[in-house]
């Protein structure tokens, strides 16, 4: 019975063994899943490749247009222009720094003209992963001054935390011709504009065998999103004109909506079709600037043309009976606006009252009663003509058949020069860079020193070379009798780079030429001179011995004097140390020239800084300036310097820019050139013609005001002390032409070295001697007793003594001053320290003959001069610098002269060509967009030229209006 229960008992472990087995064996199921299905998202991820670091869309260059940047990226060297990389982080957040450069081909930099320098624009970067970010720079694009530029690029790099490289990518760009400029078209449709690029006002038809290149290159953004356009006016020298329809101002940001303003006071143009934009630009920042308001909607048809037509539509070549009208039917009238105008507004002569414009400073902005987009508008043959000479106020044209079938034209009143003069394609114009340059044209000015118009003067030749008197000159006068050869409000004495254009950097004639002879001559330091110590040692020795005795005499202490001498010798020690500006075994310095440029009632201006920097040991610089609005560069020396190629950084923060470094050697003088467009906290504003209101933050000092009444007829108001806030009355005296430069040459501080050492040089010499007048100046020796019997030079011959003692190395008490020479050269080296000695400053006479002497003054213009101390707060130098001088001229345009009469083309396109090719060609081209293929570097794609010598071949068809 046992045996059977241990039997029953076995047999149970058995089965109970098995079931947990069993038990187990499905528990395992669980774990080990064998051909279950795969989730579908987790499988794609598995077999995804991993994404890279950093994705990088090709980078664009403002103006411009996303997704377009191979037919907008266009830029000019010689200008700052404002980039945008399109980045993303895809595995890790992202930070660091960008680095942008302008190359002179795929693989080198490009040097900043002048320099041993290239110049990288750096900004702080933070990119969360995954998200995309557009990274906006601001890069220079130089000009190389040996060869034409014949390729441009820009490269971006992306720096980690660890300075190590994350992006490294080089976008080509398109360079522009001199003449070229960009025309950019702030539009909702931007469809209804493309007709645009196929204006003969814009690019000529290519009709023959040659290409004709372009004057403009349209640029479009789309109608949503940020608008890719520079946040400051330095950035927009390529924009020539803005059209506005429809568009939301509020898609400007606070920093676009000055750069605008600032573009348009100095020179911009900018162009409103009416009926769509008026009302909504009217509640904008551009309210207060618009030259009319919308008083009523109207329906236009041909009665409301018949001005228009009579004035701005040509007759037809083979049928001067008829003419190309613009027509609107009273059936299908055309939507339009009634213009009201704003102050100092007008209307457009000849347009019935369907244009009106408003000059601000030297730009202008132009409003339509009609749309621009209007079919019938498009289709009127002298639409070009109406946008290039009303809207575009371009100069009259004539078109004429050239050779090999192509079509041409000139200006007609032929007072222009090419028809590639870079001054006519924009009215944009900054003093320091414009001023001085090439002009294309004959530069015959007539100049207050001969006043006789048959007999024209060049005026680049300086005064002070053809008068013996340099009272004789100074400003440069052109009356409407020259009229038949220079138009004053496109050229005025301004000129252009023949590499860059307008508005372009500079650093080679004009403002800057003048600056750099004036900080060559008196950088550096200023050592103490020997008339300086000696006065300090006669005051410690007085000090430190009859007045130390005295004291402790009457004291009762007479020993102590003894105590007191080691303290007093230490503490004289410091004193002449701080007297002399000198740390002991290390000096700095900064010498500093300016030019500030304002026009009339408007509360920003044009500040222009040319700095020397000194070191005694070898120091790399910062220079921080006020503001974003600001840029900065070495600037350009004269000597022939093969060192290598160093960079320099421009640094962009978020409330200001920075130039950093910048090396100066041992003992040696770099130089810088910045530019900022600054907030003066107020406007400076003529009043009725005989006030004047400073409501701006600085004093002006030495100021004065000329105006130009009729040709040949000129008046001169004495202010003196302008004081902020101040208003002061003109007192209007008629002044000859040489009174209108006395006032300031007659002030220290507008006298430049150059006119004062010419003056004063020639007295000098005895009459037996020989050598004509230039020779004295190449030749002429002179002696060191006569440079001090001169009345010019006295009170400061101890300096001029020791600083030709400091040229010669002559050293010493026993010098002979009898048997001391000096040529002129010398001399005015010479005179330049030591009139910096003597007069503890700088003066701005150097800039002021330059302004004088290449900006006419004309016709209904009114002009103040001044100069100011406060503008070297504008910048700071670190290191701190132990010595420190700047000057600053101020230039304030009251009011310009008025632009020539606008008038249409003498004829039109369409009486070579043909109406009904031309017009096939363009409706075809507004619906296949071909004309977008504008790609290479002659402006147009080979199947656009083939496309257009097909149709618009020689065809001479006058079809019906």
Known sequence: MIGDMQTENLQWRRWLVLLLGILLFAGCGGCVKEDQPQDPKEKETKN??????????????????????????????????QTALRSQANNYDANGEMLTTGMSSVSSVAEVPGTNCFVETRRLVAMPKEQPKTLESLVFIPCDENTSTKSVNVRFVINNQSQVPVVDTVQPVLPLKPYQYHFVVLVDAPDSYSYLKVLDCIK????????????????????????????????????????????????????QKTAIIDWLHFGGQLIVSGPNSLETLQASFLGPYLPASSAAAINLSDKHLLELNENWSTNILKNPDRKWEFRVPTSAPMLGVKLELNDDAMFIKGTGELVAEKNLGRGRIVVTGFSLKDIRFKKWPNASSFIHNALMRRPVRKFYKAEFDNVGFRWSEGRYGSTFNPILGTNLRFLSRDLGGEVGVSRTHLSLWNDDVSSLGNSNVNPWFNSQNPLDGGFNIESSALDAQIDPWMFGGYGFNEQAGMGAWNDSFGVAEAAR???????????????????????????????????????????????????????????VVKLASLDIGFVRSRTQIGILEMHDGYARGHLTQYSALYSSLSTRYQIEMNGRDSVALPFKSNSDSKSTLRPVVFETGIEANLLRNFLVTSNSTGMTHQETLMDLGGA????????????????????????????????????????????????????????????????KDFQSIDATCREIWPSLFDKEVTLSNEQLFTEGVAKIEALLQHPELQGMNSDLIFALQRQTRQRGAALDIASLETNYERFVSAYAQASKQSQKGLGVGELFDVVTQELTLNDGEIRMFARTVAMNEQSTVAPNVTQEKSATL???????????????????????????DLFRKFEESLDTGEFDSETTEEDASDDQQNNENDIMSNSEKDGDQ
């Open 517 to 575: 002879k004036n900080i060559v001559r008196v950088a550096g330091i200023t050592p103490p001179s020997p008339k300086f110590v000696l006065q300090l040692l006669s005051i410690y020795l007085l000090v430190l011995v009859p007045v130390n005795w005295l004291i402790f005499k009457l004291m009762g202490r007479v020993e102590w004097a003894w105590i007191a001498m080691p303290i007093i010798s230490l503490i004289g020690a410091v004193a």
């Open 890 to 916: 101020v230039v304030a345009h009251l009011r310009l002269p008025k632009a020539s009469e606008p008038k249409p083309d003498e004829n039109t396109l369409i009486d070579f060509i043909g109406k009904s």
């Open 684 to 747: 400076l504003r003529l009043i009725d013609g005989d006030n004047i209101q400073n409501d701006t933050n600085f004093d002006y000092l030495d100021a004065g005001v000329v105006r130009c009444l009729k040709p040949g007829q000129f008046e001169f108001a004495l202010i003196g002390e302008l004081v902020a806030g101040q208003k002061a009355q003109l007192d209007w005296q008629n002044a000859s032409a040489a009174e209108l430069y006395n006032y300031w040459y007659a002030q």
């Open 204 to 255: 000529l038809p290519n009709l023959g065998s040659m290409s004709s290149p372009a004057f403009y290159h349209i640029v479009m953004p789309d109608a949503e999103g940020s608008l890719p356009l520079a946040p400051s006016a330095l950035a927009w020298t390529t924009t020539a004109y803005v059209l506005w329809d429809g568009m939301d101002p509020e898609r400007f940001t606070s920093e």
């Open 48 to 81: 995804k490749p991993a994404k890279p670091d950093f994705e990088n869309k090709p980078a664009v260059l403002y103006p411009g247009i996303f997704n377009q940047e191979i037919k907008s990226n266009r830029a000019k060297p010689g200008h700052w222009v």
